[in-house]
């Protein structure tokens, strides 16, 4: 088997130690968090892998409601949202989640049972890429 590294990269144990354990580090502070207590949203979302987009709720019209209320993304609190998608989870900062909504995000409105919502659908392709184009300002809240 060939394998090619990717055009740039030159293979450096040093270098690649030190990566790796910044990411171990790194897991380890989230998951430190949810143990602590910390906010962690966590979502799944079960059609993702058909339609090839991920759904990110931003309002909901309440059962009886007249009108939409933030919701989701737009409100949540915790630190970090995690989606879990089939058998893969994806955990980022809330802010580079908001981030992609709002940059690459195509508005949404869901209308199935008695509690609609409003979001933006973000396609698969390049998300993990979108996601850690960082930094990201946390100071708009909304999505799309």
Sequence with gaps: MNIRATAG????????????????????????????????????????????????????????????????????????WSVRIGNVWLLAPTSAWRYVGNQYGQLVETTRGDNPTKGVAVALDGLIRRLSEGPFDDSDRGVA
């Design 9 to 80: 990269y030159e293979p450096n144990f040093d270098i690649d130690l030190g990566r790796g354990s910044e990411a171990e580090t790194q897991l380890r502070a989230i998951l430190g968090d949810v143990i602590a207590g910390h906010r962690i949203e966590v979502k799944c979302d079960d059609q993702a892998l058909n339609t090839g987009r991920i759904y990110l709720e931003s309002a909901q019209k309440p059962h009886g409601a007249e009108e939409f209320k933030p919701s989701g993304l737009a409100v949540t609190k915790a630190e970090v």
